[in-house]
């Protein structure tokens, strides 16, 4: 079992920067990859961004690329989304998720609140 926290809420402004925690325990040595997600109200959840746990392999949406970098510390089993240059449509609750195959994400957290005004 991995066991995912994230932090690092909040309400900012367009142009905003925030960065996102996602802390994981437990079998973290089985960990493929996490991954970002999000969901915005009304809508289905969205990928964000991956990263994998071992290598230096990220994928990010379009909508994100060129304003968020997703990255690890593996001694402190956490992995990070920097989100520079917000932007309202980026409001939602975000969500890590790891894997231990490429094909599905088995755990998630809890989610945290990300809001950013006009």
């Known amino acids: 079992q991995v066991q995912l926290v994230e932090s690092g809420r909040g309400l900012v402004q367009a142009g905003d920067s925030l960065r996102l925690s996602c802390a994981a325990s437990?079998?973290?040595?089985?960990?493929?990859?996490v991954g970002w997600f999000r969901q915005a109200p009304g809508k289905e959840r969205e990928f964000v961004a991956n990263?994998?746990?071992?290598?230096?392999?990220?994928s990010y949406t379009d909508s994100v690329k060129g304003r968020f970098s997703i990255s690890r510390d593996n001694a402190k089993n956490t992995v990070y989304l920097q989100m520079d240059s917000l932007k309202p449509e980026d409001t939602a609750v975000y969500y890590c998720?790891?894997?231990?195959?490429?094909?599905?994400?088995?755990?998630w957290g809890q989610g945290t609140q990300v809001t950013v005004s006009s």
């Open positions: 990263i994998w746990w071992t290598a230096a392999v990220t």
């Open positions: 998720a790891a894997r231990r195959i490429p094909t599905r994400y088995e755990y």
């Open positions: 437990g079998r973290t040595s089985s960990i493929h990859s």
